[in-house]
Every structure is written in structure tokens, then in C-alpha cells.
């Protein structure tokens, strides 16, 4: 069988006959009209029917550098040529080495032991491993809850996704429910009538520290945090939240994973959100998708040298940590990895991004004018415009799909968004200039407009 000279309608019939899709909706199984994306260039991607569209969401909030960038690929297709895999087991191989390296120079504090994985969930799954290994080793096999927030995403793996708290999303799968506690939603614009944003940042922070009295702290191993919950709508926690929970966890001797597998590599502006932005020094973060601006699949957990310090050479009971992948720190990963941050720091994209955020943010806000939109939320280049129509009340009971008929207005005119229920997220690639983002927004802001109408003409609104 030749592959070449196939018939697109072929393809799609492939495609639905046999692709499973992430998050497949059972119902329409082989049923989808799927848009093919086929080709893509900087920050604008080619639909198989010759449609160019701006990248709204940068694939999955991951190709900072754009599309078609040929130095990274160069750069995989030359560590391919030269080693493209060996076992990392007994190993190495000096691109992930390097790589290790050059990341342990742009984490803060003692950040400095990578251990690299496949993806996000795969890194937040051997975060979570490792800590419950490292309690087992000190001796206190008990303290192995971990603490995660309503809305949060953290994977898909049977521990990520039990860590994560949208409700959707647990309807059908089983979770480790006895190995988790959820905090309340920490979305400001959902605090009660009435409670300023200082009552209600008191409020959170003592949702964490009741939670870790309540379980007990011989029982909570860590608290997991995205710095701003992504995929549960781009919420932004009241400022301070993280720094004072970092203050709660530490009091408890409870760790603080930080999940930039989203914030990581440029999207606020730095290396990584956690310390930069929200003035924390985590135990581990947790990285993936930026990482090789999502050229090819690679995760880490940077863990703290302190907590592996407790565990090694003499104090570690001659324990092996026994958690890995055969494609851990894959050669051809790393080198995309690192051409990617040799390409950050050449073209200057981190300066790039603080420069642009200003733009981004202010046409951001201005959406929230809007009558259909409760709130138009963000920070740095992740926004969100939430058209709930009580934006107090939870989204699921008053979904409307808004967020569907927004984003296919915006992909008439030339933009791709993410719609979630009533809400679309954004999250260009880190290359968009301050014109494309202009663009972008004028497209935002007529679709919402023209979803305004319909929803007028349905009797919705
Ligand atoms: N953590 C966060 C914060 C994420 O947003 C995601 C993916 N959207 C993951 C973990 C899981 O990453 P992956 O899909 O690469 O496994």
C-alpha cells in the first residue's frame, strides 16, 4: 500500500475509522469533521482546505516559536543522523545531559535536578512518584495525600488526572480518590457579593492550611499548583495566593509542586512563571510543551537538590527510584529542546513577550465591554473570555456552548481559538507581533458580536 496519492476524503474516513482522539466524544465516534491542519508557518497554520488561520491557542498552548522554524528541525534531524536513541537506563548520551544542564542554570533556587519524561502528565505523575517515594524512605509511608484545586489540570496519566479537578472531565474515569484532597475554585471573579479580593485571597490560603489540619500533615505529602489554572479557563489567582500557600505548605512540612507544564518556557514573559512572576521558590516544578515549543514530545520535573539530598548516598537505604521511560531525555527531544532556548535566547523572545504583554492585556480587558462577556481574564500571553451569563454561577449548569459558536465564527474570519463551554482561551505563539495581535483581537471582537446576535435571534440572551 502507498501512502502517497491518497485521496483526502480517504484520509477522514482513516481517520475516523480508526484514530482515537484525546477527550473523543463517544457519541460522534467515526463521525467527525475534523479540520486537518496540515501545514503551518510563524504564527499562522494551513487547514487541508487551504485556509490560512492565526494559531490562536499555539496548538496546545506549546509552539512559542511558531511554525516551520527549520533550525529545530535541523537540529533533531542532525541528532537523528548521529544517535537517535539508546537505552537511558545504564546510559548517556550528552544532548539530554546538556540539556539538564542548561535548564538547572535558568531554574531559581536549588532547582537543579531534571528528571525528564515524555510529556506533562508523565511529569507530574514521577513528581508525585518521587515524593511518595522519598516519604516512604524517611520513614513515613503515611504522609502521601496530595492536595490539588477544583478546575486545575494536571494530565492524563490514572495519578494526573486524578489530580485534577474539573468536573467534566471526571464524570466517566475512575480517579485515585483516596490519594487526593480538592481545594474550592480560587477564581476571584466567583467570590461571594460583597467580599473584597483580600478577604477572599484570606479565604484561599486558609482553604489550604484548613485542609492540611483537617487531613493531618503526617498524612499531606504536597500541595500540586499551575501557577494560573489553564485549561480550567485561564483563572488568575488573587495576587499573593501562591507566595502564602508556599508560606502554609512549608509550615506544615507539606512540598509545593509547581505545574509550568502551561507557564513554563516564555509564556509570562521568563523561563519559568514561579519565581519571576509569583515570587516562589517551589520544591519541584514541572515542565513539558514549550519546552521544544512542541516540535516533538519531552517533559521534566526539576526537583529541589535539598529533597534529593534527604534521600541519597547514605540515607537512602540502598533504594532505587524505580520510575522512568525508555524515551526519558530522548537525544532528538533534547536537541529540539535545546535549539529551541538557544533560539529564546538569541532572538531575545522573553524580552519579546514582556514588551508585547501590555498590548495583549489591555485588548484583553477591553473585551470584558462587551455585554456577552462576564469576564476577560489573563496574564502575559494566556488570556481567556468567559461568556458565562451569570459568571458567578458554576459553568457547567449554564452551558450554552458559547465558546464553540465564538470560535467558529473566529475561524470564518481567520483565527483558530480553544472553546471550553462558554469560555474560548488563547495563547499565541510567543513570535506574535503587536500588529498580529491586533489582528487577532479585531477578529475576537467581531465574533463575539456576531455570537451576540445569535444568541439574540435564539432567544438566549
Ligand atoms: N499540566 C498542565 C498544567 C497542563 O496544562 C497539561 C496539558 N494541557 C498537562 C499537565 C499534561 O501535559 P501532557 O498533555 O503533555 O501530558
Redesign the pocket.
Known amino acids: 500500500m502507498t501512502l502517497t496519492n491518497t485521496r483526502f476524503q480517504d484520509v477522514r474516513e482513516w481517520d475516523n475509522a480508526h484514530f482515537i482522539h484525546p477527550w473523543e466524544g463517544m457519541p460522534f465516534l467515526g463521525e467527525n469533521e475534523r479540520t486537518f491542519v496540515e501545514g503551518g508557518e510563524g504564527i499562522y497554520v494551513t487547514t487541508e482546505a487551504g485556509d490560512r488561520l492565526i494559531d490562536g491557542p499555539a496548538g ?2 506549546c509552539v512559542q516559536v511558531g511554525y516551520g522554524n527549520t533550525e529545530i528541525a535541523e537540529a533533531m534531524a542532525h541528532q537523528a543522523r548521529e544517535m537517535a536513541y539508546f537505552s537511558p537506563f545504564n546510559n548517556a548520551n550528552s544532548a539530554p545531559a546538556r540539556l539538564a544542564h542548561e535548564i538547572a542554570q535558568r531554574t531559581s533556587g536549588d532547582l537543579n535536578q531534571v528528571f525528564f519524561t ?7 505523575d514521577s513528581a508525585v512518584r518521587f515524593i511518595k517515594f522519598r516519604n516512604n524512605i524517611m520513614d513515613r509511608p503515611e504522609k502521601k495525600i496530595v492536595i490539588s484545586r477544583q478546575k ?6 490514572y495519578l ?1 488526572a486524578s489530580l485534577s479537578g474539573k468536573e467534566r472531565d471526571k464524570g466517566w474515569l475512575d480517579q485515585a480518590t483516596h490519594l487526593t484532597h480538592f481545594l474550592p475554585n480560587v477564581n476571584p471573579c466567583q467570590r461571594a457579593e460583597g467580599q473584597s479580593i483580600e478577604a477572599f485571597l484570606d479565604e484561599k490560603v486558609a482553604d489550604l492550611e484548613s485542609a492540611i489540619l483537617e487531613i493531618g500533615s503526617d498524612k499531606v505529602a504536597a500541595f500540586i499548583a ?1 501557577p494560573i ?3 480550567g479557563g485561564v483563572i488568575v489567582p488573587p495576587k499573593g495566593y501562591h507566595k502564602r500557600c508556599l508560606e502554609v505548605c512549608h509550615k506544615h512540612d507539606v512540598l509545593y509542586i509547581s ?5 513554563g518556557f516564555g509564556r509570562l514573559g521568563h523561563w519559568f512563571a514561579s519565581e519571576d512572576v509569583f515570587d516562589i521558590v517551589p520544591d519541584i516544578i ?1 515542565c ?2 514549550g519546552m521544544t515549543s512542541g516540535y516533538v ?1 519531552m ?1 521534566a520535573c526539576i526537583i529541589s537538590d535539598r529533597l534529593v539530598a534527604d534521600i541519597s548516598g547514605d540515607k537512602a537505604k540502598g533504594a532505587t527510584f524505580s520510575n522512568g521511560f525508555t524515551y526519558s531525555g530522548h537525544p532528538v527531544s533534547a536537541a529540539a529542546a535545546l535549539k529551541n532556548m538557544e533560539i529564546f535566547e538569541r532572538d531575545g523572545i522573553l524580552e519579546h513577550v514582556r514588551e508585547i504583554t501590555p498590548v495583549f492585556e489591555s485588548r484583553l480587558k477591553a473585551l470584558s465591554d462587551l455585554p456577552l462577556v462576564g469576564d476577560a481574564r489573563g496574564q502575559g500571553l494566556l488570556g481567556c473570555v468567559d461568556c458565562a451569563v451569570d459568571a458567578k454561577a458554576d459553568d457547567l449548569e449554564q452551558d450554552k456552548n458559547i465558546g464553540a459558536m465564538i470560535d467558529a465564527h473566529c475561524q470564518a474570519q481567520g483565527l483558530i481559538l480553544r472553546p471550553i463551554i462558554n469560555m474560548c482561551v488563547f495563547s499565541p505563539p510567543l513570535i506574535i507581533s503587536e500588529t498580529q495581535i491586533h489582528d487577532m483581537y479585531d477578529i475576537i471582537d467581531k465574533s463575539i458580536r456576531m455570537t451576540t446576535d445569535d444568541l439574540v435571534r435564539q432567544g438566549v440572551k
Open positions: 496546545m498552548w515524555t510529556g506533562g502528565s508523565t511529569a507530574v486545575a489540570y494536571h494530565g492524563s496519566t494526573a499551575e489554572l489553564c485549561s505545574d509550568e507544564v502551561v507557564t514541572t513539558a510543551k514530545p517533559g
